[in-house]
């Protein structure tokens, strides 16, 4: 028993010395926080180096009339309270109240360099940014906050004004534990104008609701003016925007809806584009940002755009708008809408953004070429090619690598209608067909099943024109591929000039055979300048076409009069006047006055210089010339055909475009000519 008792005595000093150590170790404890609090404090009372008037402490409250520090950031951050007072439960924290009638600030925010760290901040203390508490007061309440921003030192000195002078914010903000609401606003007093950036005035009003989980924003307004604002090459004038909208911070995760349409208007001005007033709208605006993985935000809004009087080297001046709906998420972006001008065209399209690719459907709606081209926006519109009347649409789709910025593949279908107009000098009326491109990389195809042409008119005037065709190409030698000629005929002189299907290889010299079917001899000489002869006939025969080095000639070509034969009558006062003095000229003029013949033939050339040659026979007689004798004349017969048709676009036969081309051309021409000489 007395082992026992021992035993307790000795377990009870144990658990007095135990309760001792204890104590000795808070106690010790206790002395280390006093000590770190009071370095911490003493660290914090050096750094902003506090300035009061008017302290009244007690207990649970302090109270300062005016209170200055310096903030612990490089540069002269000065912060400033008026009627300061603060309000807690225990010593230090937590604090129930923070309130203050006047609140200015005076940021200096400069990028710290080795010189400004040196001078600004002792290097053993260093600067950091300052760890804010993660709770609220009961109440904080800031009646009136003015904020002073270094526009001055932000770009030298301020135009209009004194170096030194700052951009103003001012407002207010507070908040209460029972509303759980803050109530921030602040604004621009006037607009401040700063050199080399231009003037800005600034409004932000916010309603705040923060919880544990959660910062929530249900009420957001911001708006930005200026009258000119200026980055880099960029000038932005009557700068007006507008944006309200509610947002929540939650999970590292901003979740943002505009619950008012955003609106941009302003002017734009840049060495290479002018646009009088842009007026950008949108609406349903939807933003999931996270900022640790920018890439993965989404995106979802309707957009309108307007643009008046954009002025730029590659297009005429016009309005423009654009109108639709645009999305992004998982890395991907999607544009879908329709651009139009005051010109009536419009385009509307599909955009889609993956990977690097931009993959583009497209749809333009028909247009109509009466009353102008809609198409003629700019100077890569061929100059010489004038559309007159008739219509067009088209649709197509093409993949971008922006990578490389190389178009990967594109399709084009473009359907023209009843399509009239000049190209240069040549005059086409009703065109029709049904256009398609297509291309893979450098490969390109054009092919056309059903291209109808009713009538043109290069002073000499023949249609309707047919043709199928394939053409098979490589860039940047556009004009050297395959041409896969199925079907080209046309109607000339009342009949038929038909191309035999083939292919044909235009990096090389090519050749055409070309048949001549029924042509009436009268319509020929209808519109042959000379007005001397008139006949009758029908003629057939071929004329094997060489294209050498995009000129044409022709080689050996034979045509001849079809059975019965035919009539030609020649009358010509000069020939007349010359069958006076020759007495072979006057056999030949009676002949001809009233020839009818039986044997019509006569080869064909024609050189790269335009010269064409026809070597001529006829058999025949005239039944009022001895008799009605038979005559048999060959006669070479030779016209530099490019003067010819000259000759006829000059008469009158074609329009007045045409007849002044005609006319610039002839006096390049003749300038030329003067020069060499």
């Known amino acids: 028993m007395k082992q026992k008792g021992d035993d307790v005595i000795k377990a009870g000093s144990g658990v007095k010395k135990s309760r001792s150590w204890l104590k000795w170790n808070l106690l010790l404890l206790l002395l280390a926080g006093m000590l770190f609090a009071f370095i911490q404090l003493h660290y914090w009372w050096n750094l902003l180096n506090p300035k009061w008037q008017g302290l009244d402490l007690s207990w649970g409250q302090v109270r300062v009339e005016q209170l200055s520090v310096q903030l612990p950031f490089y540069g002269n951050q000065q912060l400033q309270l008026e009627q300061l007072e603060l309000g807690w439960t225990g010593w230090p924290w937590p604090l129930e109240l923070v309130q203050a009638q006047s609140l200015k600030a005076q940021l200096d925010l400069q990028l710290a360099t080795a010189e400004t760290q040196s001078e600004t901040v002792p290097e053993t203390e260093g600067a950091t940014l300052p760890v804010l508490p993660l709770w609220l ?90 009258s000119q604002l200026n980055w880099q090459q960029h000038q932005f004038s009557e700068l007006d925007l507008k944006l309200s909208g509610k947002a929540v911070w939650q999970n590292n995760q901003l979740n943002f809806e505009a619950t008012k349409p955003l609106q941009l208007k302003s002017g734009y001005q840049h060495p290479d584009l002018n646009i009088q007033q842009l007026v950008l709208e949108t609406k349903d605006l939807k933003l999931k940002l996270d900022p640790a993985e920018p890439a993965n935000a989404q995106l979802k809004t309707e957009l309108k755009l307007e643009v008046k009087q954009l002025q730029h080297a590659l297009v005429k001046t016009l309005d423009w708008n654009w109108a639709g709906k645009a999305s992004y998420q998982q890395q991907q972006a999607e544009v879908d809408g329709r651009l139009a001008n005051s010109q009536s065209l419009a385009l509307e399209h599909k955009v889609k953004l993956a990977e690097q690719k931009i993959s583009l459907n497209w749809t333009l709606p028909e247009l109509f070429f009466l009353a102008g081209n809609p198409l003629q926006i700019g100077p890569f519109w061929p100059e010489l090619l004038t559309l007159q009347k008739g219509k067009a649409s088209g649709k197509g789709q093409l993949t971008f690598d922006m990578a490389s910025m190389a178009l990967i593949k594109q399709q084009t279908e473009l359907v023209v209608r009843d399509l009239s107009g000049i190209y240069d000098r040549t005059v086409f009326n009703g065109l029709t067909t049904k256009l398609t491109l297509f291309s893979e990389g450098a490969a390109w195809t054009v092919q056309t099943n059903d291209l109808k042409l009713q009538q043109v008119n290069h002073g000499l005037l023949f249609g309707p024109v047919e043709l199928q065709a394939v053409y098979k190409t490589k860039a940047p030698d556009w004009f050297s591929g395959q041409l896969d000629l199925k079907q080209l005929q046309l109607a000339l002189f009342g009949g038929q000039v038909k191309a035999t299907q083939q292919k044909i290889d235009l990096s090389k010299d090519a050749k055409v055979l070309l048949q001549l079917d029924k042509l009436q001899l009268a319509e020929l000489l209808k519109q042959h300048p000379s007005a001397d002869m ?15 080095q995009g000129k044409l000639t022709v080689a050996q070509g034979s045509v001849a009069a079809l059975e019965p034969g035919g009539k030609i009558a020649y009358q010509s006062d000069k020939a007349q006047a010359m069958a006076a003095s020759n007495q072979g000229m006057k056999i030949v003029m009676q002949a001809l006055q009233n020839f009818h013949f039986s044997v019509l033939s006569a080869g064909v050339s024609y050189s790269k210089e335009g010269q064409l040659l026809l070597a001529l026979k006829l058999e025949g007689n005239n039944p009022d010339f001895e008799k009605g004798r038979a005559v048999n004349f060959s006669i070479n017969l030779e016209e530099n055909l490019p003067a010819m048709i000259t000759s006829l676009q000059l008469s009158g036969q074609v329009s007045e475009l045409v007849k002044k081309r005609v006319q610039q051309r002839l006096a390049a021409q003749k300038a030329k000519d003067a020069r060499k000489e």
Do not use: H, M, W
């Open 534 to 548: 008139t006949g009758q006939g029908t003629i057939s025969g071929t004329l094997p076409l060489s294209i050498e």
């Open 137 to 226: 007061p009961q109440v904080l309440v800031f009646e009136q906050i003015e904020i002073s921003l270094p526009c001055a030192r932000l770009n030298s000195k301020l135009s209009n004004s004194v170096e030194n002078s700052d951009c103003l914010l001012l407002g207010s903000l507070t908040y209460s534990e029972q509303s759980q609401q803050i109530q921030l606003q602040l604004a621009n007093q006037q607009a401040v104008s700063v050199e080399g950036i231009g003037d800005v005035k600034l409004a932000l009003k916010a309603l705040i609701q923060p919880t544990a989980e959660q910062l929530q924003i249900p009420e957001f307004e911001l708006s930005l003016a200026s």
